[in-house]
């Protein structure tokens, strides 16, 4: 009997998450592939080359979203 995958994680997406990574793909893809960090705070995009993230989204409602940063 093949055993179930083990999930590792879980992202949830609104469609306008999806439209903006659709928009940004080619800005942010490596050989064709898009990378994604997901964190407490939402969802980002690595920026290719560079130490930082642009923001994508989340279908969470934060305090206070001037409270973090990339």
Known sequence: MVSRP??????????????????????????GVVNLDVTDKGIWLPVPGQERRKFLGSVTIFDDPSKFRS
């Open 6 to 31: 083990k999930r590792l994680a879980t992202a949830a997406f609104t469609k306008d998450m999806v439209k903006t990574l659709n928009k940004y793909f080619d800005d942010y893809q490596i050989d």
